[in-house]
């Protein structure tokens, strides 16, 4: 009888230790699954933001005003929109009171870790300064400024050197792209107060560590001539 009682209590052990088993198994599954949802839900959010904003963009100058009115109303931050053919940077631009707020937050004001593409602080929001600097944070997922990264290739900077800049008040600028390269992040680049000699329009995106930042210099041809970039005049540079 206690040999047989014994038995029992065994097999009791064992089914209660294989149940607390399967129990943590199947937690554990459950949590990865969870996990890998909530990732892929992460690196989606920007895509499904842009997918869902592009049908505001404005398609000429004449719905301009009216793209903005609808874009105003979701955020009153809204100063511009940004276009760069080939790839998937095709967002509106915002601008805050700092340079801290959009780095975690999306156009709909909603945190997130891929932001969205914003105008320094201390820039006119009508882009009239000698020189404005837009910000993006370079996703894996190839969103937000990412794709600034294709213009280290100088073969693809040379045939993809226009940038469009769409703004509430009508206009429609479009620059030239002179050079790419890699500067240190307190490099004098970032400074509004540098003399440069025509409109210029910095893209400025994470590098390769946090000491650089990758810099795509455009700039915007003086009224009545043409820009005379045509692949030429274009440069990479690494510091």
């Not at 509106?92 to 340079?99: I, K, L, M, R, Y």
């Amino acid at each position: 009888m206690e040999r047989k009682a014994e038995y029992c209590l065994t097999q009791i052990f064992h089914y209660l230790v294989n149940g607390l088993a399967a129990i943590v198994f199947f937690c554990c599954i459950a949590y990865s699954g969870y996990a890998l949802w909530d990732n892929w839900s992460i690196l989606k959010e920007p895509d499904q933001v842009r997918e869902d904003l592009i049908r505001y963009k404005p398609a000429n100058e004449e719905e301009l005003s009216y793209s903005f009115q609808e874009l105003k109303a979701m955020n009153p931050d809204v100063c511009g929109w940004l276009t760069l053919d080939h790839t998937k940077i095709d967002y509106p631009v915002v601008q805050g009171t700092d340079n801290e707020y959009y780095l975690k937050h999306t156009f709909k004001k909603t945190e997130h870790v891929a932001g969205s593409i914003f105008l320094d602080k201390d820039n006119s929001p009508d882009f009239s300064n000698r020189k404005s600097i837009l910000y993006g944070h370079n996703m894996k997922d190839g969103s937000m400024f990412q794709g600034l990264h294709k213009y280290e290739n100088e073969q693809y900077l040379e045939t993809h050197n226009k940038v469009y800049l769409y703004l509430p008040d009508g206009q429609s600028l479009t620059y030239s792209v002179l050079r790419c390269e890699y500067v240190n992040a307190d490099s004098d680049t970032f400074w509004l107060g540098e003399p440069v000699e025509t409109s210029q329009l910095l893209l400025s995106t994470c590098g390769s560590d946090s000491s650089k930042r990758l810099v795509l210099f455009c700039e915007l041809p003086e009224k009545g001539e043409e820009s005379e970039t045509n692949g030429e005049d274009i440069s990479i540079e690494v510091f």
